[in-house]
């Protein structure tokens, strides 16, 4: 660390971007902010800010009550209607799926609409925590309609419920409306992704049919530091891209 016209937050800063970048795998821990200190000797404070902007910026992460540790990079998704499994043994990623609750019980008005649910009909109700490689990467919290799948909560439901419902029901989901916004996590949300209260996170709430008969009403809520979304915008193509209803995005 040099005296002079650089704040010595900012040459830290760059020291350990440069650790981050090239000499730490993705997922490392990063010395703790009193080694830091003691190695470079500068204060806590000015760890911390140093540590802070490279959070910021996305090369390093905290991890509630274990430290920091490099990013892992981003998963990268595009909006099209597929299953989580599929999604992740494409990019080379082993999936993985803990159920959090199944049974069956009456949704609220909103989904039993959407579902095209008599007043007081039951339905199946999934929440399920979804892992890439072992990290946690999302919550899914869904309604089924039990028309097209009776006994649905007896099957395994580890694994991909878009597969299932396939082969176990011939039902393949072939359209649906997706709406996205932006959310921090509750405690609850924050203990099954392993984040902060707070946190930010993308939201997905999900409506798909098969057939025309619709079958599931899904919110899953992605780690913000872990997943992003690319959309293909084309002006010339109606409806390709998030226009205003009077057309034109910007």
Same mark, same amino acid.
């Given at each position: 660390?040099?005296?002079?016209?650089?704040?010595?937050?900012?040459?830290?800063?760059?020291?350990?971007?440069?650790?981050?970048?090239?000499?730490?795998?993705?997922?490392?821990?990063?010395? $703790?902010?009193? !080694?830091?200190?003691?190695?470079? #000797?500068?204060?806590?404070? /000015? @760890?911390?800010? =140093?540590?802070?902007?490279? %959070?910021?910026?996305?090369?390093?992460?905290?991890?509630?009550?274990?430290?920091?540790?490099?990013?892992?990079?981003?998963?990268?998704?595009?909006?099209?209607?597929? $299953?989580?499994? !599929?999604?992740?043994?494409?990019? #080379?990623?082993?999936?993985? /799926? @803990?159920?959090? =609750?199944?049974?069956?019980? %009456?949704?609220?008005?909103?989904?039993?609409?959407?579902?095209?649910?008599?007043?007081?009909?039951?339905?199946?109700?999934?929440?399920?925590?979804?892992?890439?490689?072992?990290?946690?990467?999302?919550?899914?919290?869904?309604?089924?309609?039990?028309?097209?799948?009776?006994?649905?909560?007896?099957?395994?439901?580890?694994?991909?419920?878009?597969?299932?419902?396939?082969?176990?029901?011939?039902?393949?989901?072939?359209?649906?409306?997706?709406?996205?916004?932006?959310?921090?996590?509750?405690?609850?949300?924050?203990?099954?992704?392993?984040?902060?209260?707070?946190?930010?996170?993308?939201?997905?709430?999900?409506?798909?049919?098969?057939?025309?008969?619709?079958?599931?009403?899904?919110?899953?809520?992605?780690?913000?530091?872990?997943?992003?979304?690319?959309?293909?915008?084309?002006?010339?193509?109606?409806?390709?891209?998030?226009?205003?209803?009077?057309?034109?995005?910007?």
């Amino acid at each position: 660390m040099l005296d002079g016209p650089t704040p010595k937050h900012a040459q830290l800063r760059e020291i350990l971007r440069r650790l981050a970048e090239h000499e730490l795998p993705p997922g490392s821990p990063v010395p $703790s902010e009193r !080694e830091l200190a003691a190695r470079y #000797g500068v204060s806590r404070l /000015t @760890v911390r800010e =140093a540590i802070g902007q490279l %959070v910021a910026d996305g090369l390093l992460t905290r991890a509630r009550g274990r430290g920091t540790f490099t990013a892992r990079p981003r998963v990268e998704a595009q909006l099209y209607l597929e $299953s989580f499994t !599929e999604d992740m043994r494409q990019r #080379g990623m082993e999936p993985g /799926t @803990v159920v959090l =609750a199944a049974e069956e019980r %009456v949704p609220p008005p909103a989904t039993a609409h959407a579902l095209a649910l008599s007043p007081g009909e039951p339905a199946y109700w999934l929440e399920r925590l979804r892992t890439a490689d072992g990290t946690p990467i999302s919550v899914e919290r869904g309604w089924y309609g039990p028309r097209l799948l009776p006994g649905l909560l007896r099957h395994d439901l580890t694994g991909s419920l878009y597969g299932l419902l396939a082969q176990e029901y011939g039902v393949v989901l072939d359209s649906g409306r997706q709406t996205v916004w932006a959310e921090t996590a509750d405690p609850a949300t924050a203990r099954s992704l392993d984040v902060r209260p707070g946190s930010p996170l993308l939201a997905f709430r999900r409506v798909a049919s098969a057939h025309g008969e619709p079958v599931e009403d899904m919110t899953s809520w992605y780690r913000g530091d872990l997943y992003q979304v690319t959309m293909q915008l084309d002006r010339n193509v109606p409806g390709s891209g998030p226009h205003p209803a009077q057309g034109g995005s910007r």
